[in-house]
């Protein structure tokens, strides 16, 4: 009998394990659908106020799928200067989910040989997670300085009827060093 209820509990633990595994996968799901309605390209402008005078930089976000549950962001910023010099940035961030809802962890990076190696914030790569807050997607970047201080840059996206607004923010051990806010249109899903 002592055996038959050992069986039982087992059984019942098992159980327990594949419905609690279940919920994980339907969470993942979910977050899946809240990602969808983000997935497209954006195409607009963006306005620095802050002590170095207004400047205008063109912004283009492409965001979509990335791999079977995580997803992809990719920008480019370009700077048009007053001298008639154009600077340009681009970025792109896989992301897949943590163990946390509506969390994504940035995936790791490929290494010389095309192997992936996890980042190390310690030895200068950042630390890039995202979170979706209802119509906000936004990025977090950490960075560690040599010294030992930090910079963060968040990267807010909000949807809106005809595309996003953005807001980036910078701030280096807690002095709030630039912010930068622009309007986007989806120009495509």
């Known amino acids: 009998m002592e055996a038959l209820a050992r069986g039982f509990a087992a059984m019942a633990m098992v159980l327990a394990c594949a419905l609690a595994a279940a919920g994980g996968a339907r969470a993942a799901y979910d977050g899946a659908d809240a990602l969808r309605k983000f997935f497209g390209n954006y195409e607009g402008y963006t306005i620095s106020s802050r002590d170095e005078g207004l400047s205008k930089r063109d912004l283009n976000i492409e965001i979509k799928p990335y791999d079977d549950d995580g997803f992809t962001v990719k920008w480019t910023t370009v700077l048009k200067k007053a001298d008639g010099k154009v600077r340009s940035k681009a970025y792109t961030v896989n992301f897949l989910p943590s ?19 996890p980042l190390n914030p310690l030895e200068g790569d950042p630390y890039v997670w995202a979170a979706v807050d209802g119509d906000t997607l936004t990025v977090r970047s950490l960075h560690i300085a040599k ?3 930090y910079e963060i840059q968040v990267y807010g996206r909000t ?24 309007v986007l249109k989806r120009v495509s899903r």
Request: cysteine-free; glycine content about 14%.
């Open 99 to 117: 163990s946390r809802r509506s969390v994504y962890a940035a995936a790791a990076k490929k290494d010389l040989f095309g192997h992936m190696k």
């Open 147 to 149: 010294t030992g201080g």
């Open 159 to 182: 949807l809106t009827k005809d595309g996003m607004t953005t807001r980036f923010e910078r701030v280096r051990d807690g002095e709030n060093l630039k912010i930068i806010e622009g």
